[in-house]
């Protein structure tokens, strides 16, 4: 991935921290975090450090602490899934909680 591109998807995030009160934001916020492999860089502040303010560990852990988190794992869930990016979800949350998390976009699809 070219430095543009990487640029883009940082002020992608960056600008998503405004709205992250919104499910969609929310769930736009994670996908980017995880396809791009930037959760580290998230959590650990070093986007925050390099001119990326407000674009942190809070910022990620809020779109988890609205009241839907199951909603929002799930959707995660079924975008990775589909844009092949599940592994980096996979690797992050380790075996017992991937499980639940897959367990949550499973059982929205049995719904409908």
């Known amino acids: 991935m070219s430095r543009s591109e ?6 992608a995030l960056h600008g998503l921290t405004t709205r992250l009160h919104l499910f969609k934001a929310r769930v736009e916020f994670l996908r980017l975090a995880f396809k791009y492999s930037l959760v ?5 502040y070093e986007l925050w450090d390099v001119g ?3 674009l942190g560990e ?5 779109c988890f602490e609205m009241g839907d988190s199951e909603d929002v794992i799930a959707e995660l869930i ?3 899934r ?7 979800v996979r690797i992050w949350c380790g075996g017992e ?3 639940r998390w897959c367990s949550y976009a499973d059982r929205q699809g049995q719904l409908f």
Request: hydrophobic letters at 30%; proline letters at 0%.
């Open 6 to 11: 990487l640029t883009s998807i940082y002020l």
């Open 40 to 44: 580290c860089e998230i959590t650990n």
């Open 52 to 54: 990326y303010e407000g």
């Open 58 to 62: 809070r910022q990620f852990d809020t």
């Open 78 to 80: 079924k975008t990775a």
């Open 82 to 88: 589909s844009e092949g990016f599940i592994d980096s």
């Open 97 to 99: 909680s991937f499980a």
